[in-house]
């Protein structure tokens, strides 16, 4: 048996409810990320191997030296599928990765990892992190054949920081190869109307995106935004618009007519994401994993590029995009699904499945597509799984979005009752409150209890060192010269 540790959020087959998502941020502020998590994790399913999800972990908090022995211990590679790693923001994660690494004796391999310029900047924007990725690249090539990187800008950034070409592989995004070598897309319909469903994906922060974004809303009826972000999730959980975002044309505060209509969705799985883009005519947006989800339920999609990331793996690809060097109002639909050209998309697949594949076996990992490997029980698994519905917007008018938001506010009273800032307070507790929020009161009032105890014997602890202190010989001469003092001031 062939144990490995996948790097994700959670495993393809586990549903975690939407609060537990948000709380606890399973997907890593991001849904989008389950995509080429779940797609390498399909890759490796084979009959014989076992494979078990860190949670991201080992990047959330500093690795512990059990840690690291577990990890050596108990699996044969460590399996880190990456997005846009080497950006600033993300320097504290790959610190604490490389802690994890320095002491890891399994093989680790990297697959999809890629360099994030800030807009409008190259890779001299990156200079700030160079000394972290250098660490973090030279440790994982100690443990490793080579790094599997997004596209050529990538490639080019660590061949800068003086990496041998031989040890980078471009291999693009391990999500769009899901469905293996023979995938492709065609457009469903000639061309699009008023009334054909629509998808949207949108980076909020985008200057211009509010215009465009409420343009095509008011233009196509039966358009729905597909949120993929933390903020999304909130904002449709809990009514909390982007606190950063300050545009009213953008979808993200409860005024807006998307959500005002009903129009906003933000999947949980990858799995129901497919399926709903599956029954849509059209998918656009500046959402590089928002679009490939659409093209993995076979549904045309362009991609409005905006910044390095995301043309970077639109041009390896050759899926189609198109540059938006700004966003307006007057963009149509119709003209972008015109424009929108599957035929090159579908030529290079094939080619680069092959070098994705050929970069798995050269770092030693078996896949499904090699003949006698089986699928393992990935496919049974998945069967059986019963996923959460999408989010929806609180005023979904059949009422099954407040009443599972009240639900999970009831499942949470049992503790917070003791402790909400507004809780009734007893005029004359007695006897002591025994109902619901009382484990929560007793574990208080023992913890209060135990300080309070501590603090005595610290006390009493201060006040024997005291009395040592002064019968001490020091105490006793600093004692006698206080004296003389005294009697020489006297005199």
Not at 49 to 67: I, Q, Y
Not at 239 to 246: E, L, M, S, Y
Not at 323 to 333: N, Q, S, W
Request: include cysteine; aromatic fraction near 10%; glycine fraction near 6%.
């Amino acid at each position: 048996m062939t144990r490995l540790l996948v790097r994700s959020g959670k495993d393809p087959f586990t549903p975690v409810v939407a609060e537990s998502t948000l709380t606890q941020d399973v997907f890593n502020s991001n849904s989008g990320n389950y995509l080429f998590q779940h797609s390498v994790w399909k890759a490796l399913s084979i009959d014989g191997a076992e494979l078990v999800s860190n949670g991201t972990l080992s990047e959330r908090v500093p690795p512990e030296a059990r840690d690291v022995r577990r990890i050596n211990e108990d699996f044969d590679h460590f399996v880190i599928p990456m997005a846009n790693a080497f950006r600033p923001e993300f320097a504290p994660r790959l610190d604490r990765l490389n802690e994890l690494l320095t002491d890891l004796t399994i093989p680790v391999t990297i697959v999809g990892i890629g360099a994030q310029a800030a807009h409008g900047q190259g890779i001299e924007s990156l200079e700030p992190i160079a000394k972290t990725v250098k660490k973090f690249v030279g440790l994982v090539l100690d443990r490793s054949a080579s790094i599997g990187v997004r596209g050529e800008f990538t490639k080019a950034y660590l061949v800068g920081l003086g990496f041998p070409e031989s040890s980078v592989d471009v291999i693009g995004c391990p999500s769009l190869y899901l469905h293996g070598r023979d995938f492709r897309v065609d457009k469903k319909v000639d061309s699009i109307s008023a009334d054909s469903p629509l998808a949207l994906n949108l980076t909020p922060e985008v200057r211009g995106i509010g215009a465009f974004a409420t343009a095509q809303a008011a233009r196509h009826p039966n358009l729905t935004y597909i949120g993929q972000d933390a903020h999304d999730l909130r904002m449709l959980l809990w009514g909390t618009p982007f606190p950063h975002v300050h545009d009213p044309l953008v979808p993200v505060h409860l005024d807006h007519p998307l959500y005002q209509s009903d129009r906003i969705r933000l999947f949980l799985d990858t799995w129901t994401w497919y399926d709903f883009l599956a029954t849509q005519e059209f998918a656009y947006g500046t959402r590089f994993h928002g679009n490939v989800a659409a093209l993995l339920g076979h549904t045309p999609a362009l991609l409005l590029a905006h910044d390095s990331r995301t043309l970077e793996l639109a041009e390896y690809h050759r899926m189609p995009y198109t540059l938006m060097p700004e966003f307006t109002a007057e963009l149509k639909a119709e003209d972008l699904y015109e424009a929108t050209d599957m035929s090159e998309f579908n030529a290079a697949l094939p080619e680069g499945f092959d070098r994705y594949t050929a970069f798995l076996e050269r770092n030693g990992l078996e896949h499904i597509w090699t003949e006698g490997n089986g699928t393992g029980d990935f496919d049974e698994r998945l069967a059986a799984a019963k996923f959460p519905p999408p989010v929806h917007p609180l005023i979904a008018s059949d009422g099954h979005e407040v009443a599972s938001r009240l639900k999970w506010l009831r499942d949470g009273m049992v503790l917070d009752i003791t402790r909400h800032p507004q809780a009734y307070e007893h005029p004359f507790p007695h006897p002591p409150w025994s109902g619901a929020g009382s484990r929560h009161a007793r574990i208080q009032e023992t913890t209060a209890e135990k300080l309070k105890t501590q603090k005595r014997q610290i006390d009493e602890l201060y006040a024997r060192l005291e009395r040592v202190e002064r019968n001490s010989p020091r105490g006793l001469t600093k004692r006698f010269i206080r004296m003389v003092q005294g009697w020489f001031k006297r005199s």
